[in-house]
């Protein structure tokens, strides 16, 4: 059975912020205290820069490392290890199949995107699109908030090499259809990336069963760390994508003329990566494994409908659509009061919301609204903290009124 109670009081956060009410995950999420421990742990035991010494220390520094690697492998199910490469985030993830795959694309190739992607997955794009000449489509969100998908259908061409798609919406919360999207793409030939940012920390995710190419997601919003993030790419995709950054731990050989490179994944590894966080990242994906990511999405799922449910009876509040399912996010807006006065005001009630575009200002002009105002939950969240924010939206609209 799960406990939010029991799970809330693994994260040290809420005892030091007594009345906390946290519904800001989908920007970062907190930490389990057996992440802080692990972290803290390696610093004091195992601490070494990875992968060059032939000392123990290093050694074992390494072995934690390329353990954590395997960690990952197992949580999204891919085939091999030498599949994940660690990256700062998912916005570094992007940017690299953005410099390497996208670095084969030719003039009049065809990215395709849709109108719910955050920043991350829409601005390296237009820097290829400026740099190579490739065209950026855009698939439009319907009327309810989900993903339209027969244009998409019809975006898609034998120009298309990429589509490159949010799992799940961060300022909206609609699950995209990634198996169907998958299907659709690879049927025109083209690859897809899967931006995972949102779903990775909220549903199971099987890499296989999806189908996609490239699957990317943050460590921050599993529980981690910040600074360490992940790239899956199918093992025959990635062994072809040349060198992103150069530097040390990717070569194999150097000279003053010619560098060969390593394999994959290292060869995406340049530098001294955040080694420490590689481990914080694996010790909290294997606390989300231990509750059940199954479970968790359950318990979300369950939550998100309560929510909506709750905040549809407010009167003054229009909560956005999102399509056919919507998980973990709440999107709304209250009648005359600005979502960032709103957040504010919320503060004050200990309950920390985020708002403004959530890094999606083509989305918000698509919605019509310059900001939201929006509740995201983690596994921490319970109806009480839904409770809490609609007494507070309450306090804030009465305050409004006088
Ligand atoms: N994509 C989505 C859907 C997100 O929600 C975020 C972060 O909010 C990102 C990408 C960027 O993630 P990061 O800042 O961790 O690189």
Redesign the pocket.
């Known amino acids: 059975m799960f406990d939010v109670t029991s799970v809330k009081a693994d994260f040290p956060i809420f005892r030091n912020n007594p009345g906390l009410v946290f519904l800001d995950t989908?920007?970062s999420a907190q930490k389990p205290q057996v992440v802080i421990d692990a972290m803290a742990d390696f610093y004091a035991r195992d601490y070494a820069n990875i992968h060059r010494g032939v000392y123990g220390l290093s050694q074992r520094a390494t072995t934690h490392f390329e353990e954590a690697r395997e960690t990952v492998q197992r949580f999204l199910n891919a085939r091999h290890s030498r599949e994940i490469v660690f990256v700062r985030?998912?916005?570094e993830a992007i940017n690299l199949i953005a410099n390497t795959f996208g670095n084969t694309l030719k003039v009049g190739d065809e990215v395709l995107i849709t109108e719910f992607e955050?920043h991350?997955?829409i601005v390296p794009w237009q820097f290829l699109r400026d740099r190579i000449g490739i065209k950026l489509v855009v698939a439009p969100m319907d009327d309810t908030g989900g993903l339209d998908l027969i244009r998409f259908q019809e975006l898609l061409g034998p120009r298309t090499r990429l589509v490159a798609v949010?799992h799940v919406s961060?300022a909206l919360g609609s699950v995209m259809p990634v198996e169907a999207i998958t299907k659709m793409a690879h049927h025109v030939g083209a690859l897809v990336l899967i931006?995972g940012?949102?779903a990775a920390p909220r549903m199971p995710v099987d890499i296989q069963d999806i189908g996609c190419d490239f699957y990317v997601f943050?460590g921050?919003?599993t529980y981690g760390p910040s600074g360490i993030?992940v790239l899956w790419a199918r093992a025959e995709i990635l062994d072809e994508l040349p060198p992103w950054q150069g530097g040390g731990d990717m070569i194999l050989e150097v000279t003053f003329d010619h560098t060969t490179f390593q394999g994959a994944p290292a060869r995406f590894e340049a530098g001294t990566p955040h080694i420490v966080g590689t481990r914080g990242l694996a010790v909290a994906l294997d606390y989300m494994t231990k509750i059940g990511v199954d479970v968790i999405r359950d318990h979300e799922e369950k939550l998100t409908e309560y929510g909506a449910r709750r905040l549809a009876e407010v009167r003054g509040v229009r909560l956005l659509g999102a399509g056919q399912r919507r998980l973990g996010v709440l999107s709304f807006e209250v009648d005359g009061i600005h979502p960032h006065d709103l957040g504010t005001i919320l503060d004050q009630h200990q309950v920390a919301i985020r708002a403004g575009h959530h890094?999606a200002q083509p989305l918000m002009d698509r919605l019509g609204v310059p900001a939201t105002a929006r509740a995201s939950f983690g596994i921490y969240n319970d109806e009480s903290d839904v409770e809490s924010l609609i007494d507070a939206i309450k306090s804030a609209q009465s305050l409004f009124r006088r």
């Open positions: 989908g920007a985030g998912a916005t955050h991350a997955n949010t961060n931006d940012c949102q943050s921050h919003k993030g890094c």
